[in-house]
T-cell receptor, first 113, second 111 residues
Framework: DAMVIQNPRYQVTQFGKPVTLSCSQT?????MYWYQQKSSQAPKLLFH???????NEADTPDNFQSRRPNTSFCFLDIRSPGLGDAAMYLC????????????FGAGTRLSVL | DQQVKQNSPSLSVQEGRISILNCDYT??????FLWYKKYPAEGPTFLIS?????DKNEDGRFTVFLNKSAKHLSLHIVPSQPGDSAVYFC??????????FGAGTTVTVRA
């Protein structure tokens, strides 16, 4: 089945230790997104790619970076995780159609010790 | 600045009855509205959408109503089933590729 796959499902890192989360898709969608979601809050868009064009949200901290080496893969790099970065990170894809239906992965739960 | 708000964090409904989930928004430039459903340990999945030029869209047991003058939309689930127990997110499109999400409403369907 075509899908959006996030690895790992759970990630534990130490305060200040860089961490990379990965996302792959078999939908061949042009657009890929990274969201941060904290408990009982709305998913918050960090950035998105349209093909190789990177679009950062104005309030996304510099601590968060992203790479998209090809259509299928997208990575979220957190350069120096703080305790406040503990959250669920969701990857999504979209074909960029009229409705902008986004297809989500199951997420990576990040813990920072 | 939360542009999409779901003011009810939870809803409990008896099986077979109607579930009504509400969503308010502030940005009159939103042109599409979507509802997503999320089970534990899974990502959100698309449920139903509505264009801002319509006031109702129906898909089986799910109907979304849009009241543009009130900047309000609602999702009706009739009849509610145990498998409908999940978190429901309201989302709105405000440019070509981005969505703004509400914080979600947890629905529990009681047998």
């Amino acid at each position: 089945d075509a899908m959006v796959i996030q690895n790992p499902r759970y990630q534990v890192t130490q305060f200040g230790k860089p961490v990379t989360l990965s996302c792959s898709q078999t939908l061949n969608h042009n657009v890929m997104y990274w969201y941060q979601q904290k408990s009982s809050q709305a998913p918050k868009l960090l950035f998105h790619y349209y093909d190789k064009d990177f679009n950062n949200e104005a309030d996304t901290p510099d601590n968060f970076q992203s790479r998209r080496p090809n259509t299928s893969f997208c990575f979220l790099d957190i350069r120096s995780p703080g305790l406040g970065d503990a959250a669920m990170y969701l990857c999504a894809t979209s074909s960029g159609d009229t409705e902008n239906i986004q297809y989500f992965g199951a997420g990576t739960r990040l813990s920072v010790l | 600045d939360q542009q999409v708000k779901q003011n009810s964090p939870s809803l409990s409904v008896q099986e077979g009855r109607i579930s009504i989930l509400n969503c308010d928004y502030t940005n009159s430039m939103f042109d599409y509205f979507l509802w997503y459903k999320k089970y534990p340990a899974e990502g959100p999945t698309f449920l139903i959408s509505i264009s801002s030029i319509k006031d109702k869209n129906e898909d089986g047991r799910f109907t979304v109503f849009l009241n543009k003058s009130a900047k309000h939309l609602s999702l009706h689930i009739v009849p509610s089933q145990p498998g409908d127990s999940a978190v429901y997110f309201c989302a709105a499109r405000f440019n070509d590729y981005k969505l703004s999400f509400g914080a979600g409403t947890t629905v529990t369907v009681r047998a």
